[in-house]
C-alpha cells in the first residue's frame, strides 16, 4: 500500500488521519500520528534537498498544498493539553522557532506557561501576540493578569487606537481591567458594600471574601461579612472569622460585632448585647454594632431602647434600608402600626420603588386588614422587579397562607428556589406541602433546609413532628388521629404563618438579603 502513495501524498495522509482521530477526542492516537507524520515530513524535505531539481513544475503546486508542519506541531500540543500533559504540550510549542510562531501558538504558549507559574516566559508570549495582532483583548487581559502596568499594555495599543475611528473606549477598558487586576483589596471591599446594601448577599459575600483572602489583616467590613455568613447559618465560619479578628486587634469594632453576630444567631441576646455595646465603646460610628444591640433589645423585650439604637444608625446612614427595617420592626412589635406606615412609606418615597422598599412597606399593610390589597399589589411589584428576592417570596407566602392559596404557595416557592437555594424557602415550602398531605416531599424539604442551616429550630421542629406522625406506636395511633381531628390542615399552616413571622423578626434586623 505504501507504494501506491509518493511520500508527499503519505505525509499528507497520515495528517489527515491524525486530523480525524482528534475529532474522535482520541488524543493519544492523533499524538501518535502527528509524530509519524512529522517523522514523514523531515525524511521529505531531507530527499527533496538530496533530489535534483527535474525542472518539473507539476510538483510544486502538491508541495505548496501539504499541511503545515508548524501546524501539525500546534495539533499535537492541543492533543497533549486535553490529556492534561502540559510540559509536553510547552515542549512541542518551544520546539518552534521563534520568527515561525503564528499568534495562536504564542496565545497558546503564554497560557500555558501562566498556568505552570512561568510568568516571565508567559509574559513575553503574551506581548508577542500583541505586536502581531494589536487588538487581542484575550492576551491583554493575560498581561493585566499577570500585574503588567495598565499604561505599558496601554502604549502596545497605541498606534492603532489613533488609527482606526471609533477605538476610544479599549484605553478605557484597558484602565478599568487594570483596576480589576490590580488585586485592590480596598476596591473589591468597596463593591462588597455594594452588593450589600443592593440586596445581593451572594455577591456580597464572594467580594469579602476575595478581599480577605488578598489581606489577611483586613479589619474593615469584616462586621458586615460577618453578619452575613451569620445569617446563612454558617455559626462556625463566624466563629472563626471572630476568633481571627480578635488576633489581628480587639481593639476595633468589627471583631466584637463578630462575635455579637453568633451569640444574636444562637439566641444568646444577652451576650450579643454586650458585645454589640463593647463594639459601640470603640467606635460610637458603628452602625453594624448599632444594629446588633437595637436586635438584641427588641428581642429581649425592651423595645423602646431598641427605637434608640435604630434612630441613632438611620441618623449615621440614611440611605441604608436595614436601619429603617429594624425600627420599623420595633414599631410593629410595640402595636405602633400608624408610626409604621409612616416610616414605611417616607422609606419608599426617600429611596424610591425598588424591590426592597416594596416588600417593607408591604410588610406594614400586611399588619392592618384594611390594606391587604395593597400589601398584595406592592408584593407582585416587588417580585415582578426581582423574582427571587427572599423577603418578598416569603411575605407573598405568608399573604398566600392566609387565603389558603397553597397550591399557588407551592408555586411561587418553586420558582424562587429555581436559581437558588436558601434555608428559609425550603422550609416554608416543606410547610406549604405539608398542607396539601405531600408528606413525603415535605421531608425532603425540612432536610434541605437542615442542610443549609444546622441550627434551624423550625425546620427540625417539622421534620420530628412529621417522623413521628409517619411512625405512630400502637398506644398512640388513635390519640394522633384524634388529635389530627380536632386541629384540621389549618393548624398546620397557621404554624406556617408565625414561622414566616418569626423569621422575619430575626432575619430583618441588619441587612438586607
Same mark, same amino acid.
Given at each position: 500500500?505504501?507504494?501506491?502513495f509518493?511520500?508527499?501524498?503519505?505525509?499528507?495522509?497520515l495528517?489527515?488521519?491524525?486530523?480525524?482521530?482528534?475529532?474522535?477526542k482520541?488524543?493519544?492516537?492523533?499524538?501518535s500520528?502527528?509524530?509519524?507524520?512529522?517523522?514523514?515530513?523531515?525524511?521529505?524535505?531531507?530527499?527533496?534537498?538530496?533530489?535534483p531539481?527535474?525542472?518539473?513544475?507539476?510538483?510544486t503546486?502538491q508541495?505548496?498544498?501539504?499541511?503545515s508542519?508548524?501546524?501539525v506541531?500546534?495539533?499535537?500540543?492541543?492533543c497533549?493539553?486535553?490529556?492534561?500533559?502540559?510540559?509536553?504540550?510547552?515542549?512541542?510549542?518551544?520546539?518552534?522557532?521563534?520568527?515561525q510562531?503564528?499568534?495562536?501558538?504564542?496565545?497558546?504558549?503564554?497560557?500555558?506557561?501562566?498556568?505552570?507559574?512561568?510568568?516571565?516566559?508567559?509574559?513575553?508570549?503574551y506581548?508577542e501576540?500583541?505586536?502581531?495582532?494589536?487588538?487581542?483583548?484575550?492576551?491583554?487581559?493575560?498581561?493585566?493578569?499577570?500585574?503588567?502596568?495598565?499604561?505599558?499594555?496601554?502604549?502596545?495599543?497605541?498606534n492603532?487606537?489613533?488609527?482606526?475611528?471609533?477605538?476610544?473606549?479599549?484605553?478605557?477598558?484597558?484602565?478599568?481591567?487594570?483596576f480589576?487586576?490590580?488585586?485592590n483589596?480596598?476596591?473589591?471591599?468597596?463593591?462588597?458594600?455594594?452588593?450589600?446594601?443592593?440586596g445581593d448577599?451572594k455577591?456580597?459575600?464572594?467580594?469579602?471574601?476575595?478581599a480577605?483572602?488578598?489581606?489577611?489583616?483586613?479589619?474593615?467590613?469584616?462586621?458586615v461579612?460577618?453578619?452575613?455568613?451569620?445569617?446563612?447559618g454558617?455559626?462556625e465560619?463566624?466563629e472563626n472569622?471572630?476568633?481571627?479578628?480578635?488576633n489581628?486587634?480587639?481593639?476595633?469594632?468589627?471583631?466584637?460585632?463578630?462575635?455579637?453576630?453568633?451569640?444574636?444567631?444562637s439566641?444568646?441576646?444577652s451576650?450579643?448585647?454586650y458585645?454589640?455595646a463593647k463594639?459601640?465603646?470603640?467606635?460610637?460610628n458603628s452602625? !453594624?454594632a448599632?444594629?446588633?444591640?437595637? %436586635?438584641? /433589645? @427588641? $428581642?429581649?423585650?425592651?423595645v +423602646?431602647?431598641?427605637?434608640?439604637?435604630? &434612630?441613632?444608625?438611620?441618623?449615621?446612614?440614611?440611605c441604608?434600608?436595614?436601619c429603617?427595617?429594624?425600627?420599623?420592626?420595633?414599631y410593629?412589635?410595640?402595636?405602633s402600626i400608624r408610626?409604621?406606615?409612616?416610616?414605611?412609606?417616607?422609606?419608599?418615597?426617600?429611596?424610591g420603588?425598588?424591590a426592597?422598599?416594596?416588600?417593607?412597606?408591604?410588610?406594614?399593610?400586611?399588619?392592618?386588614p384594611v390594606?391587604?390589597?395593597?400589601?398584595k399589589?406592592?408584593?407582585?411589584?416587588a417580585?415582578?422587579?426581582r423574582?427571587?428576592?427572599?423577603?418578598?417570596?416569603v411575605?407573598?407566602?405568608?399573604?398566600?397562607?392566609?387565603e !389558603?392559596?397553597?397550591?399557588?404557595?407551592? %408555586?411561587? /416557592? @418553586? $420558582?424562587?428556589?429555581?436559581n +437558588?437555594?436558601?434555608?428559609?424557602l425550603? &422550609?416554608?415550602?416543606?410547610?406549604f406541602?405539608?398542607?396539601?398531605?405531600?408528606?413525603q416531599?415535605?421531608?425532603d424539604q425540612?432536610?434541605?433546609?437542615?442542610?443549609l442551616?444546622?441550627?434551624?429550630?423550625?425546620?427540625?421542629?417539622g421534620?420530628?413532628?412529621?417522623?413521628?406522625?409517619?411512625?405512630?406506636?400502637?398506644a398512640?395511633?388513635?390519640?394522633d388521629?384524634?388529635?389530627?381531628?380536632?386541629?384540621g390542615?389549618?393548624?398546620?399552616?397557621?404554624?406556617?404563618?408565625?414561622?414566616?413571622a418569626?423569621w422575619a423578626?430575626?432575619?430583618q434586623w441588619?441587612g438586607?438579603?
Amino acid at each position: 500500500l505504501s507504494q501506491l502513495f509518493s511520500p508527499s501524498q503519505k505525509y499528507q495522509l497520515l495528517v489527515y488521519h491524525a486530523d480525524s482521530l482528534f475529532h474522535d477526542k482520541e488524543y493519544r492516537n492523533a499524538v501518535s500520528k502527528y509524530t509519524m507524520a512529522l517523522q514523514q515530513k523531515k525524511a521529505l524535505s531531507k530527499t527533496s534537498k538530496v533530489r535534483p531539481s527535474t525542472g518539473n513544475s507539476a510538483s510544486t503546486p502538491q508541495s505548496q498544498c501539504l499541511p503545515s508542519e508548524i501546524e501539525v506541531k500546534y495539533k499535537m500540543a492541543e492533543c497533549y493539553t486535553m490529556l492534561k500533559l502540559d510540559k509536553d504540550a510547552i515542549a512541542v510549542l518551544d520546539g518552534i522557532p521563534s520568527r515561525q510562531r503564528t499568534p495562536k501558538i504564542n496565545m497558546m504558549l503564554a497560557n500555558l506557561y501562566r498556568k505552570a507559574g512561568q510568568e516571565r516566559p508567559s509574559v513575553t508570549s503574551y506581548k508577542e501576540v500583541l505586536r502581531q495582532c494589536p487588538l487581542a483583548l484575550d492576551a491583554i487581559l493575560g498581561l493585566l493578569s499577570l500585574s503588567v502596568k495598565g499604561a505599558e499594555v496601554a502604549s502596545m495599543t497605541m498606534n492603532v487606537i489613533q488609527t482606526v475611528p471609533n477605538l476610544d473606549w479599549l484605553s478605557v477598558w484597558i484602565k478599568a481591567y487594570a483596576f480589576v487586576h490590580t488585586d485592590n483589596v480596598d476596591l473589591l471591599g468597596s463593591l462588597a458594600d455594594l452588593y450589600f446594601r443592593a440586596g445581593d448577599s451572594k455577591n456580597s459575600v464572594l467580594k469579602f471574601e476575595q478581599a480577605q483572602m488578598l489581606d489577611p489583616y483586613l479589619i474593615k467590613g469584616m462586621d458586615v461579612y460577618g453578619y452575613l455568613l451569620a445569617r446563612e447559618g454558617r455559626l462556625e465560619d463566624v466563629e472563626n472569622l471572630g476568633c481571627r479578628l480578635f488576633n489581628i486587634s480587639d481593639q476595633h469594632a468589627e471583631p466584637w460585632v463578630v462575635s455579637g453576630c453568633h451569640s444574636f444567631y444562637s439566641k444568646r441576646y444577652s451576650r450579643a448585647l454586650y458585645l454589640g455595646a463593647k463594639a459601640i465603646q470603640l467606635n460610637s460610628n458603628s452602625v !453594624q454594632a448599632l444594629l446588633l444591640k437595637g %436586635a438584641a /433589645l @427588641r $428581642n429581649m423585650g425592651r423595645v +423602646q431602647e431598641a427605637i434608640i439604637h435604630f &434612630r441613632e444608625a438611620i441618623r449615621l446612614a440614611p440611605c441604608r434600608l436595614d436601619c429603617y427595617e429594624g425600627l420599623i420592626e420595633c414599631y410593629l412589635a410595640s402595636n405602633s402600626i400608624r408610626e409604621a406606615m409612616v416610616m414605611a412609606n417616607n422609606v419608599y418615597k426617600t429611596l424610591g420603588a425598588n424591590a426592597q422598599t416594596l416588600t417593607l412597606l408591604a410588610t406594614v399593610c400586611l399588619e392592618d386588614p384594611v390594606t391587604q390589597e395593597k400589601a398584595k399589589t406592592l408584593l407582585d411589584k416587588a417580585l415582578a422587579q426581582r423574582p427571587d428576592y427572599v423577603k418578598a417570596v416569603v411575605k407573598k407566602a405568608e399573604l398566600l397562607s392566609r387565603e !389558603q392559596k397553597y397550591e399557588d404557595g407551592i %408555586a411561587l /416557592l @418553586r $420558582n424562587a428556589l429555581a436559581n +437558588q437555594s436558601d434555608c428559609v424557602l425550603h &422550609r416554608i415550602l416543606g410547610d406549604f406541602l405539608v398542607a396539601v398531605n405531600e408528606y413525603q416531599e415535605a421531608m425532603d424539604q425540612y432536610s434541605i433546609a437542615l442542610s443549609l442551616d444546622p441550627n434551624d429550630q423550625k425546620s427540625l421542629e417539622g421534620m420530628q413532628k412529621m417522623e413521628k406522625e409517619e411512625s405512630p406506636t400502637d398506644a398512640t395511633q388513635e390519640e394522633d388521629v384524634d388529635d389530627m381531628e380536632g386541629s384540621g390542615e389549618e393548624g398546620d399552616l397557621e404554624g406556617s404563618d408565625s414561622e414566616a413571622a418569626q423569621w422575619a423578626d430575626q432575619e430583618q434586623w441588619f441587612g438586607m438579603q
